[in-house]
């Protein structure tokens, strides 16, 4: 222990200028394995105070400090058990710390030094010293049968604080009197016996004249004795008076605490008074109405020019209701007395304030406003700027009902919508029905009725979902011969409007879309500001298909509608306005209950008149939808919910113009141009011309795709079924012309289907003049076929010429079976043949009859080359030549 404690002084306590005076060896109670030292010191300078610390020793080797308390802040020392030995110690701080000793001896050494080091610094506010053995905490207790380790402890904290106490140093007069002393005995240093022993003789000689000089003064010593008995006399007088004096002053300190404690609770009773008062004070000025604001909320006239009193007032009484009172004050008898004078107040002032409003909506709603003219030159959308001009100075009343008559809100709100919406329905009937007529011109249009039935429709309130149910029924049972299908001849088709009503279609239906949102809009910016729809936070707008009935619906004309549908309005606008929450989405549902009618309506009319309409309309709804800035708004879901409906019109348009691909069936002669590759060009010429730069252009890109591989699959089929027109020519005609039609229209990424073309056209050429050419030089051919195959098992070719049946006699013969004029005469019949196969459409005539000379050319060149090979220097050739066979062509060619 003697190591650790030196080891302890001058690792830890040596820098921060402390002495160790004694040390314990404990562990945490219930956790053996976690060791400290608790250690007691005091500082070396003044003034002296005591600490006791907790010491840890590293991984390291290395003592550190833990935690320190200063020896004032010990509050008990616990010994657990004062009639048993134990070694359990509790130190009560800020908390109880248990620890347990290496050792009870150690125990009770530790609680000793702890014990003296109270007394001597702490000597009046002593912990308390607990379950401890009486004869440990008294002042003279003699240890030294408790060991010697013990007692060694003890005695160096006895020598350290003596140390501390009674040490003084040489003042600067005692060291200049040894210096000289020093200076006088020149041996001082090198001898030091020699200077002991001048000290020692000097000091007798010293005291041997003290002792004369004081028998010498013997009387004057009796004299100073008699001189300090009278002084012993009189400091007994004085302490006498001093006792006195203590007792007066215990007296008067008595009085004084008590003088002391009751000015205290003078001024505790001072302190909450004023305290009392500014809360009554500040409960005053919060239910403080003043006698001018009850006399005009209790006398309210809200014309204009009484207006401005009146809401001063009605926000003077509405901040007085919602004063931040505490709960334990309202509960005042005179709290209570105003609260209900402020309720009378508020109700026959909102009385007031809704009866006003009510007449005055009711009122505006009655105003017939403006109407729309039939003369003007631009198709108008009436507003009512007026209208919202005339109720803005009443917005702060309606908040005020909001905030404290929620009943008389909800009234005025539903009075509002119900007044308001008739102007509305008026406008937007007489605007749907001013565009059919500047569209149409009045005439009947195929698949609708005339203008009274429209209205009469458009007067249904119905939803969407019913809308969308509609249309499709509708294009359902459409059938081929009614539309502009692809796979339907032009003499088919049904009454669709020209390009040039189509163009006014389109910039009608655009001017629609654009007199209906600055209406919309300006009615949900009123609404929202005048009836504080915004107040509460705004939900989570989701995206437009979510919120459309049609949406989710099982109806399809793809297995991909749906995703198609939901990528439209998945795609945000590039603006992004306020959020606004579902209460002002119903607000305006209900104020324009039949804009979503109207306008689905109006769709489902010109997409059933023209079938290219759903187009035009599927292209001016996305730009609308797609550059949207109030995405969550009301008018942006409408027409989110239209978009939905128009791109399944789209999709359905396109899957019916590949199914008439699939049923496309052709019953004349001569089969030709299939319907289907004639009608392409005019609908790719149309389709570019709305999608031109169109944010669904890729749409547009995807259906060019299907709509081209539904042709290559179905030319094929109509090849087959056809009876009268050779497969090869159908499929080499059709190919070849939709090749020239995409090369034409140059359409975005097609570059693999007009690859494709090419290489079907190409393969079906080749097979037709294959086919149908055939050989001409049939017995020559098969001549040498038999020579090639002699060749090929061995035999030389200068030797094949002594074969019997490939000699040059039976070569002669067959040569002879061929003269020129027999050749023409076959070509002329061959071409008659081909002729009569091709259509004019197709324009294929001198392609095939060019390949079919190129085929007879390499026909020519193989038999003479064989010739030449076979029957070296017989002087055998064919009785006509190249030449010849490009004149026969050249000839045959011209003359037809």
Not at 240 to 269: F, G, P
Request: some cysteine; glycine content about 6%.
């Amino acid at each position: 222990m003697a190591t650790i404690r030196h080891g302890l002084q001058r690792d830890v306590f040596e820098p921060s200028e402390e002495r160790l005076v004694g040390v314990l060896y404990v562990t945490k109670l219930g956790k053996k394995k976690k060791t400290s030292f608790l250690c007691a010191t005091i500082n070396k300078e003044k003034p002296v105070y005591a600490t006791i610390h907790q010491v840890k020793k590293t991984d390291k080797d290395v003592y550190k400090k833990k935690t320190s308390w200063p020896l004032r802040e010990l509050q008990v020392v616990d010994g657990r058990d004062e009639n048993k030995d134990t070694a359990e110690l509790d130190l009560t701080f800020d908390r109880v710390y248990k620890w347990v000793a290496n050792s009870t001896p150690d125990k009770h050494t530790f609680i000793q030094v702890l014990w003296k080091l109270c007394c001597r610094y702490l000597p009046k506010q002593k912990p308390q010293f607990i379950n401890i053995p009486a004869e440990l905490i008294e002042e003279n207790t003699d240890l030294t049968e408790s060991g010697d380790a013990n007692s060694s402890a003890l005695d160096t904290m006895d020598a350290v604080l003596e140390e501390e106490g009674d040490y003084q140093a040489l003042s600067e007069r005692e060291q200049q009197d040894l210096e000289r002393l020093m200076e006088q005995c020149d041996s001082a240093v090198s001898n030091a016996e020699a200077f002991a022993e001048q000290l020692s003789r000097d000091l007798s000689g010293l005291d041997d004249a003290n002792i004369h000089t004081m028998m010498a003064s013997e009387a004057q010593v009796e004299a100073l004795m008699g001189m300090i008995d009278a002084a012993y006399t009189k400091a007994e007088e004085i302490e006498l008076r001093l006792d006195s004096y203590d007792e007066i002053l215990q007296h008067v300190k008595d009085s004084i605490e008590k003088m002391a404690d009751k000015n205290t609770s003078i001024e505790q009773t001072n302190a909450n008074n004023s305290r009392l008062l500014e809360e009554l004070d500040h409960l005053i000025k919060q239910l403080d109405l003043s006698k001018s604001h009850a006399r005009d909320l209790y006398k309210a006239d809200l014309n204009k020019g009484s207006l401005a009193q009146a809401i001063q007032a009605a926000e003077a009484l509405q901040a007085v209701i919602n004063a931040p009172i505490p709960p334990h004050l309202t509960q005042l008898q005179a709290v209570q007395d105003e609260k209900k004078c402020f309720d009378k107040l508020k109700t026959r002032f909102s009385l007031v304030v809704s009866h006003h409003l009510n007449n005055l909506f009711i009122h505006l709603g009655n105003d017939p406003g403006e109407t729309l003219s039939q003369h003007a030159e631009q198709l108008t959308l009436p507003r009512h700027e007026n209208l919202h001009a005339e109720l803005q100075p009443y917005t702060r009343l309606i908040h005020w009902t909001q905030a404290l008559d929620h009943r008389a809100y909800e009234h005025l709100t539903k009075t509002y919508v119900s007044s308001i919406s008739k102007l509305y329905e008026r406008d937007i009937r007489w605007f749907f029905e001013e565009a059919r007529q500047r569209i149409s011109g009045g005439r009947r249009l195929r698949g609708s009725g005339s203008s009274q039935d429209i209205a009469g429709v458009s007067g249904v309130a119905g939803k969407l979902t019913s809308q969308i149910k509609h249309g499709a029924q509708t294009l359902g049972t459409r059938t081929a011969a009614s539309g502009a299908l692809l796979g339907v001849d032009r003499d088919q088709w049904g009454s669709e409007l020209d390009m040039q009503e189509r163009q006014k279609f389109d910039e009608i239906f655009e001017r629609v879309l654009s007199e209906l949102q600055p209406v919309c809009l300006a009615e949900q910016e009123f609404c929202i500001g005048f009836f504080n729809l915004n107040a509460a936070t705004p939900e989570k707008t989701p995206s437009s298909v979510a919120s459309t009935p049609g949406s989710s619906g099982s109806e399809e004309s793809s297995g991909s509608t749906t995703t198609s549908s939901m990528g439209v309005m998945g795609t945000p606008g590039p603006g992004r306005g306020r959020q606004v929450n579902k209460e002002v989405r119903s607000m305006m549902g209900a104020l324009f209950n039949i804009l979503e009618q109207q306008l689905s309506s109006f769709i489902n009319t010109y997409d059933r008149a023209d079938s290219y309409c759903c187009l035009y309309i599927y292209v001016r709804l996305s730009e609308h939808v797609l550059t949207a800035e109030d995405t969550g708004s009301f008018l942006s879901t409408t027409f989110g919910s239209c978009l939905v409906q128009a791109k399944r019109n789209f999709d359905r348009f396109m899957n019916l113009q590949i199914q008439s691909i699939q049923e496309c069936r052709v019953t004349r002669k001569k089969c030709g141009i299939l319907p289907f590759i004639i009608n392409f060009e005019e609908f790719a010429k149309t389709a570019e011309c709305v999608f031109k730069k169109s944010e669904r252009r890729t749409d547009l890109d995807k259906w060019y795709v299907r709509l081209v591989m539904a042709m290559f699959e179905h030319i094929p089929r109509v090849a087959a079924e056809h009876q009268r027109t050779p497969p090869e020519v159908i499929k080499m005609e059709n190919y070849h012309v939709l090749h020239q039609m995409m090369f034409q229209l140059k359409l975005p990424g097609m570059d693999t289907q007009k690859k494709e073309a090419r290489q079907r056209y190409n393969e079906a050429l080749a097979l037709y003049v294959t086919q149908y050419f055939g050989r001409p030089l049939e017995k020559l051919n098969q001549f040498f076929d038999g020579v090639s195959a002699k060749v090929a098992s061995g035999v030389k070719e200068s030797e094949v010429g002594y074969q019997l049946a490939y000699s040059k006699q039976e070569l002669r013969k067959v040569i002879k079976e061929y003269p020129g004029k027999e050749v023409k005469r076959g070509l002329e019949q061959l071409y008659r043949k081909v002729e009569k196969h091709l259509s004019e459409e197709g324009n294929l005539l001198q392609v095939v009859w060019r390949a079919m000379q190129e085929e007879f050319i390499r026909q020519y060149k193989y038999i003479d080359d064989l010739i030449h090979r076979c029957y070296p220097g017989a002087m055998i050739s064919l009785e006509f030549s190249i030449d010849d066979i490009l004149n026969y062509f050249s000839d045959i060619a011209q003359s037809h």
